[in-house]
Structures are given as C-alpha cells and as structure tokens.
C-alpha cells in the first residue's frame, strides 16, 4: 500500500493564497479590509504565541487584525463589555477570545456574547445548534479544516464508516457532525466506550480528537482507512500512532503539518466569508 499524506501545510498556503487574491481585489474597487480582533485575556505564555501566529497570519494574506490585551484580574463584565464593543463595531468582521481564561471569568458566557455573524471561530452555542440541524453558520475551524482536506484529495465520506474518537464541543462533536452531513455513518467515541479498538478497526475514516498522545494505536487501523489526526501532544505527536499507523492507511494527515496548518487558515477564510456578508458555504 502506498498511503497518501495529506498536506494541510500546501493546502493552508493555498487558502491563503486565495485570501490574498480576494483582499487584493477589495482594495482595487475601494472595498474594507476585512478585520479580525482577538482578545488575549492574562499572560499565558501559550496563549500569547497563538495570538502571535494569528496576527502574523492576517498581515501575511493583507487583512487587518486587532489585538485587545486584558490583564489577568479582569472580571467577566469587563469582558463582555470589551466584546458588545467589537460586536456594534462596523469594521470587526471577526472576534476570537483566546482560550483558556483566567479561572474568574466565565468562558462560556464570554463565548455566547460573540455575534453569530462575527464568530468566525465557531465557537458559541448558537453556531453549534445551526450546525447541529444543518442550518449554515461558522464552523469550528479545525473540523472544517479537516473537511476540507477531505474536499482537497477527493475523499468522499458517503457511506463509509467514520470513528471520531473524541467529544469536545469544538471538535469532536462538530465533526461527527459534518462527517454526517457528508453521508458518513459516524460512531463518535469517548473514555467511556467499550472495546474502542473493535470498533476503530472497522472504520474507513478516523479522527483522532482525543488530546492524549498516541493513543489510537496502529494496530487498531483498518487496511486502507483515512486517518485524521487532529491531536498536538509534547513530542510533537498527535492522536493516532501515526509513525506505524500511516503504512496501514490510504490517507494519512502528519504531525506537525497536517490539520494543524489548516486552523489559522480556517480561521482567516470564514473571516472573509464575514465581510463578504455571508456564512460558510455547506460542506455537502
């Protein structure tokens, strides 16, 4: 078997190309810079180079970005004030709230102040519901990432099997989802399931979202299944034992340079799907 890597790094850089493009053309006909603000509540040190990579991100495809620094004892009103801010703002297309917060603020309430329009990192509970029963919204961008890698290499998901092994509401959840909207028969599994590995080994498609190294083992994966590995763990590995997995598999995202890549860009694009007035378009 000759398994094909899936390239999110060279399909990112096409994104943004296209970004590029788009923002280019805006300019010659006297159209906004679309805009993306980011909020970066305290001094975790990791947060701060996400917020850096997003930044960088922006200006590389021309589109503004706003960083609003909050110090660690903010409370959750000052928040949401900062956020009613951005929201009645004509030129913030986007808003991101960088998680994890401060342990005083109440995230969630933080991340359902966000307007459906400018939450273009899929975030709050209302993009989650329209996803939920197929309405268009914004989508998480690492699911969507990954979708549209799917999209990228020609993989078609209806009627395969997939097993999503993760349930966060930001991906695991959201991509049995879209995986159901493709005409996948999703299993979506989680530390209670039993005989994980069975049910792995009869899939055709797998994600791994499960944020502990490794822990879907080669020996789990079916010959010639996709393999998806949305994980990020020290060691720079990620869900799936990819090192031995990726000679059973089809298809195989690495680590580094695989979903990851293709957050940011996501991230960017449903930005400018924002200030082009319009939600992500199905992924059917």
């Known amino acids: 078997m000759n398994p ?7 399909l990112s850089e096409k994104i943004r190309e296209t970004i590029r ?25 990791a947060s701060e180079t996400y917020v850096s990579m ?4 922006c200006h590389s495809v021309g589109m503004g970005s706003e960083m609003i620094r909050l110090p660690e004892e903010t409370s959750t009103e000052q928040l949401l004030a900062v956020i009613d801010k951005l929201n009645a703002d004509p030129n ?7 998680h994890p ?11 359902d102040r966000i307007a459906l329009r400018k939450d273009v990192d899929g975030v709050t509970t209302l993009s989650f519901g329209k996803l939920s029963m197929g309405v268009e919204t914004y989508l998480p961008c690492t699911p969507y990432g990954m979708v549209l890698l799917l999209k990228e290499y020609g993989i078609d998901p209806a009627g395969k099997n997939a097993v999503v092994v993760g349930r966060s509401p930001i991906l695991g959840k959201p991509m049995a989802m879209l995986l159901t909207e493709m005409n996948a028969t999703v299993t979506l599994c989680h530390s209670k399931t039993r005989n994980l590995p069975e049910i792995v080994r009869k899939a055709d498609i797998v994600v791994g979202a499960v944020g502990k190294p490794e822990f879907i083992q080669a020996d789990w994966i079916a010959p010639g299944a996709v393999l ?31 979903v990851g890549p293709m957050t940011i860009s996501v991230l960017l694009l449903q930005t400018l799907y924002s200030a082009k007035e319009h939600f992500t378009p199905p992924v059917r």
């Open 101 to 111: 917060s401060p342990p005083q603020i109440d995230e969630r309430a933080a991340f």
């Open 4 to 10: 094909v890597l899936l390239d999110g790094k060279k």
């Open 92 to 98: 913030t297309d986007g808003i991101l709230l960088q």
């Open 54 to 57: 997003k930044i960088k991100a």
């Open 21 to 45: 493009t788009e923002i280019e053309e805006r300019k010659s006909k006297n159209l906004r810079i679309p805009k993306l603000a980011t909020i970066l509540v305290g001094n975790n040190p």
């Open 228 to 258: 998806l590995d949305a994980g990020y763990n020290p060691g720079n590995v990620g869900d799936i034992e990819i090192s031995k997995a990726k000679d059973r598999s089809s298809y195989y995202t690495p680590v580094p340079g695989g």
